[in-house]
Structures are given as structure tokens and as C-alpha cells.
């Protein structure tokens, strides 16, 4: 089946500083993405829409320039805590789909971020 | 806007017994697919089972199977024969049948505990 892989699966940053996380696509190209964030013992919370050589869709209330997107190949999709706080201390998690009429969603392992 | 609500926050069950979780969802969308993932202590989301809301057929795998009720908006899973590694959050969950969009809107879960 097809494998989504997020990296890191752990990190720890100091306030005010920037974190990257990648999802990889690894047996499939993959035009979107999605971010999702989970709080202890809570549901995921889409937050963003990440596209292929265009601009992400954020969710409403999402701040596009504290959480930047960026999905430059078909394979590959970063996301950036921006001057990171201890509340974006928080489980990241991504996933795709395969193109055309497959639903299943493919989810990476997810990254828990703290912020200390 | 979709919803879906899972009223159930925990459940437990003895092994060997089955147990049905409860799901129901709120959308103004004809068509559509349900999907039930578990989120076992690992955090890896797995997909259980899916729905496609234009099959009158009930969708099943193995021990688990659904109650699709498209007039009252229900999507219940039933785990048959309960086993220790069914232990996990499980999370009702909503796509549209919209093109290339494949964005989930995830229920609050339920947490299911499996006792020997």
C-alpha cells in the first residue's frame, strides 16, 4: 500500500524559534496534502490544504504566516512553526491521497512538537 | 460546513464481546464517503473501514462491519469478537465526493478500551 512519511516523529525547540516538518509521498506523486494538528485526547483539526506549485488553502483561524506551507514537489510537503510558542506545542499530522478516484487517505506518522 | 458527532467520549469491552461505536453527521452533500479510523497509543492513523454514501450495502472487513443509515445521517461501527489490539481512539470520519478534494472532517472519537 501506498506510505506516507512525516519527519521528525519527536522535537523539542525553544521559544521563538522555527521547527520544520516533512511529509513525504514515497510510492505515489501526490498534488495535495493536508496538515491536520491534535491536541491531547482531541480530534484532528484540518488546518491547512497544501497544493503543488501553488499557494496553500488555510482553514479559518489558521494563521498562514506562523504556519507556512510549502509543497514543491509532487512528493514532498513542509511545514513550518514560525517563532514557535509553547501553545503550538501540539501532534502534527499529514496525509495524502493517491490521484484519481482512490479515497483513502495515507497518513503520515505525525510529529509531536513541543515548545519550551 | 460538514459536522460529524461522536457521542461516545470512552467505551470498553471484554475481549470476545462486540461492541458498537456511534457516529452520526450533518451535511447538505448527496454524495459522499464515511470512513472509521483507530489511532492506537502509536498515533499512526489506520483506516478500519469505508463508506461510500451512494451503496445501500453496508460496508464490512473481517470483524468489523458498519450501519450506514443515510436518511437519518448515521454511521455506526461494530467490532465482532473484540481483541486486546482493538484497544485505540477510533475516529468517524466525513469526505465530500468533490474532484480532487480530499480533506476529512474528523468526529471528536471514541476511546475504545479492550478488557482481557
Known amino acids: 500500500g501506498a506510505v506516507v512519511s512525516q519527519h521528525p516523529s519527536r522535537v523539542i525547540c525553544k521559544s521563538g524559534t522555527s521547527v520544520k516538518i516533512e511529509c513525504r509521498s514515497l510510492?505515489?506523486?501526490?498534488?495535495?496534502m493536508f496538515w491536520y494538528r491534535q491536541f491531547p485526547k482531541k480530534s484532528l483539526m484540518l488546518m491547512a490544504t497544501?497544493?503543488?506549485?501553488?499557494?496553500?488553502?488555510?482553514e479559518q483561524g489558521v494563521e498562514k504566516d506562523k504556519f507556512l506551507i510549502n509543497h514543491a514537489s509532487l512528493t514532498l510537503s513542509t511545514l513550518t512553526v514560525t517563532s514557535a510558542h509553547p501553545e503550538d506545542s501540539s501532534f502534527y499530522i499529514c496525509?495524502?491521497?493517491?490521484?484519481?478516484?482512490?479515497?483513502?487517505?495515507?497518513f503520515g506518522q505525525g510529529t509531536r512538537l513541543t515548545v519550551v | 460546513a460538514q459536522t460529524v458527532t461522536q457521542s461516545q467520549p470512552e467505551m470498553s469491552v471484554q475481549e470476545a464481546e462486540t461492541v458498537t461505536l456511534s457516529c452520526t453527521y450533518d451535511?447538505?452533500?448527496?454524495?459522499?464517503?464515511l470512513f472509521w479510523y483507530k489511532q492506537p497509543p502509536s498515533r499512526q492513523m489506520i483506516l478500519v473501514i469505508r463508506?461510500?454514501?451512494?451503496?445501500?450495502q453496508n460496508a464490512t472487513e473481517n470483524r468489523f462491519s458498519v450501519n450506514f443509515q443515510k436518511a437519518a445521517k448515521s454511521f455506526s461501527l461494530k467490532i465482532s469478537d473484540s481483541q486486546l489490539g482493538d484497544t485505540a481512539m477510533y475516529f468517524c470520519?466525513?469526505?465530500?465526493?468533490?474532484?480532487?478534494?480530499?480533506?476529512?472532517?474528523f468526529g471528536s472519537g471514541t476511546q475504545l478500551t479492550v478488557l482481557p
Open positions: 496525509s495524502a491521497s493517491r490521484p484519481g478516484m482512490n479515497t483513502e487517505a495515507f
Open positions: 510510492d505515489f506523486q501526490a498534488t495535495t
Open positions: 497544501s497544493n503543488e506549485g501553488s499557494k496553500a488553502t488555510y
Open positions: 451535511t447538505s452533500e448527496s454524495n459522499y464517503y
Open positions: 463508506q461510500e454514501a451512494y451503496k445501500q
Open positions: 470520519a466525513f469526505m465530500k465526493h468533490d474532484g480532487s478534494a480530499r480533506q476529512l472532517t
